[in-house]
């Protein structure tokens, strides 16, 4: 276990929760301490008289009787001044906390003032989120019980995604682009999810963008050179189920990210075939139509120039580009996963092995070599039919499938923190992958070439992000202001430049993300909407101007 997880302890709480209620359990704080850092020009003078601590402020010792304040305990280091305005404040009989929060937030004396939370050891949280979808039971790949039907199976052999959607299920403002043999984009799971291009007028035949294709609305079909990314093979609509459905909606499928936006880019014929130079164009237009993510699930032995030179652009502009390994059971090189700034992903059974073989043929198997980042499940894998909205029983194999489990996880990792680079986001991926999950023979301590860093982990890979997602975030408190303080049903947040806000997230004690309404009020002022079930310690991240910008905020 990383340190990043540790980490996380400080944040989680010991808390306990389930299912959609996202219930706040009792006992999340101290209801006989709070923490309070004062400003900078505060000059309490502590005193104890009468069984009360007296500062020498009228309003603040008016709050300490109230309370009945009994102890202030600093919290020093000689060589920190900061620390040296922080204190625990102790009382006497249990309090409203919250209630006093807002009390001693009310003399204008303090920076924050803030619960005592309460913390436990990791070995005791196990949180799960099951979803309602009647197919989950199928897909061994992301809550493997140990009774998967067509294979061998252990439990826990997963990607551990049901904990990883108490963290988070994904952002709508994430676009994900699917090179591939296109999507069967009406299916009724894809419904709203299918990327939109705002800068097209739908049917009248012209380039009302200026981005070189006529009424690209969903994308681009670079085989038939049009508007309408339909698959024709069945490979594309699998792999994209598997990265992005409506999941939880009682139908069909889950999938890794509940939310983020697909970009259909048809690159593959229907014989499951194309060519590199369309591969080339499918990530330049990814890259210059929004897309944070490429998933790849192609490849060939032809290393190109070219197709290097667009991947590392890909990379240079923070668009994370995700390749598998190929099937064909030995260490030759295919790419684009070959290339330094690409994700290279192989493949794993129910059983934890390296697939091989797949179901399919007796020859296949996850490619290898030393290129590869990471596996993650890719045999046996569920999906929807390219052909229909009703049959749900097909299943595929290959690191094909195995790609969109880790493309799925890079999607939520940008849902935390937008602003993550392509070096952060593999680098989150692989020091929290699970290691030594193979054969002993092949998978050892450590990189190998048969399994990279591991099998991937996305709880223990979110938590890690919500450890490191101070990563690019600014705290831009003279230019942003948030009242009232604390907040209930409605934040609002004033830029005093008049900077509005193109999205906002609130993000609770367990790391959970709640998406939340927003409402231009006036040059520079914004109305957050808070959402029902979203109370105490909470971080609010909102993005203008592409920057990225957090403040703390107590929700009552």
């Known amino acids: 276990m990383t340190k990043f997880v540790f980490c996380f302890l400080t ?149 551990h995604m049901t904990e990883a959607w108490d963290i988070t299920t994904g952002d709508t403002n994430i676009v994900v682009a699917i090179s591939d043999s296109g999507l069967k984009w009406d299916h009724p799971e894809l419904n709203g999810r299918v990327w939109r291009n705002r800068g097209e007028i739908p049917g009248n035949g012209v380039d009302d963008d200026d981005n070189g294709f006529v009424d690209d609305v969903r994308g681009w079909d670079y085989v038939n050179n049009d508007n309408n990314p339909m698959d024709d093979h069945g490979h594309g609509t699998n792999v994209t189920g598997i990265l992005g459905l409506n999941s939880n909606n009682n139908l069909g499928y889950a999938s890794v990210d509940w939310k983020c936006k697909l970009m259909p880019l048809k690159v593959l014929n229907s014989q499951n075939t194309g060519s590199n130079s369309n591969i080339i164009a499918s990530i330049y237009y990814a890259i210059d139509n929004g897309a944070r993510v490429i998933n790849m699930s192609i490849g060939g032995t032809g290393m190109s120039a070219l197709a290097r030179e667009a991947v590392d652009r890909a990379a240079a502009e923070n668009v994370i580009l995700v390749a598998c390994m190929m099937n064909v059971n030995d260490e030759v090189t295919y790419y684009p996963a070959g290339y330094e700034n690409s994700i290279a992903v192989g493949s794993t059974n129910p059983n934890d092995q390296r697939s091989a073989p797949f179901f399919w043929s007796a020859t296949s198997g996850s490619n290898y070599g030393n290129h590869i980042d990471v596996v993650a499940p890719g045999n046996y894998i569920y999906g929807l039919s390219h052909t229909s909205n009703t049959n749900f029983g097909s299943y595929w194999g290959g690191t094909s499938q195995a790609t969109p489990f880790v493309a799925g996880l890079v999607s939520l990792l940008l ?131 592409g920057a990225v910008h957090q403040q703390p905020v107590i929700v009552l």
């Not at 400003?39 to 109230?66: C, F, I, S």
């Not at 009945?68 to 919290?75: L, M």
């Not at 997602?469 to 948030?482: A, D, G, I, Q, T």
Request: hydrophobic fraction near 35%; charge should be positive.
């Open 11 to 159: 944040l989680i709480a010991g808390l306990l929760f389930s299912g959609m209620l996202w219930a706040q359990p009792p006992h999340q704080y101290s209801n006989k301490r709070l923490l309070a850092s004062f400003t900078d020009h505060a000059q309490p003078k502590w005193d104890l008289k009468k069984g009360t601590v007296t500062t020498g402020y009228e309003m603040l010792d008016a709050v300490n009787r109230k309370y009945k304040c009994v102890k202030a305990t600093k919290i020093a280091f000689r060589r920190s001044k900061k620390a040296l305005k922080l204190y625990v404040l102790e009382f006497r009989d249990s309090i409203n906390v919250m209630q006093a929060v807002k009390d001693y937030n009310s003399t204008k004396l303090f920076k924050y003032v803030e619960p005592d939370f309460k913390v436990r050891g990791a070995g005791v949280m196990n949180t799960q989120f099951m979803p309602n979808d009647p197919l989950f039971g199928n897909q061994w790949g992301l809550k493997n019980n140990g009774t998967f039907s067509l294979s061998p199976a252990i439990a826990g052999a997963d990607i």
């Open 415 to 545: 849902a935390q923190n937008p602003n993550r680079t392509f070096a952060d986001i593999r680098r989150l991926i692989r020091e929290n992958a699970d290691d030594q999950v193979g054969l002993p023979t092949e998978d050892t301590p450590g990189w190998d070439k048969y399994h990279g860093y591991g099998r991937i982990n996305a709880m223990r890979t979110l938590q890690a992000g919500i450890a490191n997602s101070r990563e690019n975030v600014m705290e831009s408190k003279k230019e942003w202001k948030l009242f009232p303080v604390p907040a209930k049903d409605v934040l609002l947040v004033k830029n005093l430049k008049g900077k509005m806000l193109s999205s906002c997230t609130l993000i609770d004690l367990l790391g959970r993300q709640w998406e939340a309404e927003q409402t231009p009020i006036q040059p520079g002022l914004t109305e957050i909407r808070i959402p029902k079930g979203c109370k105490g310690y909470t971080i609010i991240r909102w993005i203008s101007e």
